[in-house]
Nanobody
Framework: QLQLVESGGGLVQPGGSLRLSCAAS????????VAWFRQAPGKAREGIAC??????KYADSVKGRFTVSRDTTRNTVYLQMNDLKSDDTSVYYC????????????????????WGQGTQVTVSS
């Protein structure tokens, strides 16, 4: 069974850091495109970081603060989030798919075939 499981969310103060994990089972993440999206209440799902091979792409809102990486031995993708802001409060999802055009990997959640259940990140003092 193909499955993605996110973890690592929580409550953090502004300026703090969190590392989210996205563990895959049933398929290997290094053979597919992987992205992190987030969705706040009443807002559309927003692509923030994607990883394809060794290439990465970030949304302007997180560039310089977030880093996406992969551990092939653990079949897990990470999202390191630093200098968190209240606007980063959201549910974070990882998605994986083979039919993703890398330059547009953050444009839409549609091309991603597999999704995790999401993990809540709350940035508040």
């Amino acid at each position: 069974q193909l499955q993605l499981v996110e973890s690592g969310g929580g409550l953090v103060q502004p300026g703090g850091s969190l590392r989210l994990s996205c563990a895959a089972s049933g398929f290997t993440l290094d053979s597919t495109h992987v992205a992190w999206f987030r969705q706040a209440p009443g807002k559309a799902r927003e692509g923030i970081a994607c990883l394809s091979g060794s290439a990465t792409k970030y949304a302007d809102s997180v560039k310089g603060r977030f880093t996406v990486s992969r551990d092939t031995t653990r079949n897990t993708v990470y999202l390191q989030m630093n200098d968190l802001k209240s606007d980063d409060t959201s549910v974070y999802y990882c998605g994986a798919g083979e039919n993703v055009v890398f330059p547009r990997c953050l444009a839409s959640a549609g091309p991603y075939d597999h999704w995790g259940q999401g993990t809540q990140v709350t940035v508040s003092s």
